[in-house]
């Protein structure tokens, strides 16, 4: 208890540095923050559709991205992610050995179902989809799908009904897609989705802190020589 209340006290003095506009927007941002869904890339590999995958998730309420790295390092592209990478809790997968085991262990540890998006004849058809249970959204390259381990794995599998010629989607288009579709129905559900006060106020003094420049030496400077002020 005595660490937060230091912290409580760290984060005040950082606010100074922000605008009240700044520190609204951070909390009314943080009121529509979701984990009831996340959202996992396995093997991306081109950084556009990547970034555009970050960008809708910080765009629909996703806080947390999950990041599989077997045969590919995950780059960021700045220009597409428009810096939505900063306030997105981002967790790569990239050890010696089967990555994608060990994210998927991880999620399922936390009481999420692994969802695998596919095409698969078994799929469940997007508005279909029960918003109810917490969900990690599998996504994999356009033209491979998911790995094996995936389709073994998963829980459920979720596709999007398509009419034309054309029998896959853009990673990108199919994950805003899904997330639009699902997140507008959780949101109108009764789902308890939101994050709670302990989540939001981590993840508040986190934006906070990346947003002011030099933010370490002014901690560091405020440890030193104004912790004892009371």
Same mark, same amino acid.
């Given at each position: 208890m005595f660490v937060f209340m230091m912290d409580q006290k760290l984060l005040a003095y950082f606010e100074g540095y922000l605008t009240e506009k700044r520190k609204s927007l951070f909390k009314k941002v943080l009121e529509d923050r979701t984990r009831h869904f996340t959202v996992v890339l396995?093997?991306?590999?081109?950084?556009?559709?990547?970034?555009?995958?970050?960008?809708?998730?910080?765009?629909?309420?996703?806080?947390?991205?999950?990041?599989?790295?077997? %045969?590919?390092? /995950?780059?960021?592209?700045?220009?597409?992610?428009?810096?939505?990478? !900063?306030?997105?809790? +981002?967790?790569?997968?990239?050890?010696?050995?089967?990555n994608t085991a060990s994210c998927l262990v991880s999620l399922k540890d936390k009481g999420y179902q692994i969802i695998a998006t596919t095409p698969h004849n078994d799929s469940c058809v997007l508005q279909d989809f029960d918003v109810t249970k917490k969900s990690a959204f599998v996504f994999g390259v356009e033209a491979e799908g998911v790995s094996e381990i995936v389709m073994d794995n998963a829980d459920g599998f979720l596709k999007i009904p398509m009419v034309g010629f054309t029998e896959s989607?853009?990673?990108?288009?199919?994950?805003?897609?899904?997330?639009?579709?699902?997140?507008? %129905?959780?949101? /109108?559900?009764?789902?308890?989705?939101?994050?709670?006060?302990?989540? !939001?106020?981590?993840? +508040?003094?986190?934006?906070?802190?990346?947003?002011i420049k030099n933010a370490d030496k002014i901690e560091a400077y405020y440890r030193q020589n104004l912790t004892n002020i009371k």
């Open positions: 396995e093997d991306i590999f081109q950084p556009h559709n990547a970034s555009a995958v970050l960008r809708t998730c910080d765009v629909f309420g996703i806080q947390d991205v999950h990041v599989i790295e077997n %045969k590919y390092n /995950n780059k960021i592209s700045r220009h597409v992610a428009k810096g939505s990478q !900063k306030w997105l809790s +981002y967790n790569r997968y990239r050890d010696d050995g089967d989607l853009n990673i990108s288009v199919a994950a805003a897609i899904i997330l639009q579709e699902l997140t507008s %129905k959780l949101r /109108n559900s009764e789902v308890d989705w939101k994050l709670s006060d302990e989540e !939001k106020q981590i993840l +508040y003094f986190n934006w906070v802190k990346k947003t």
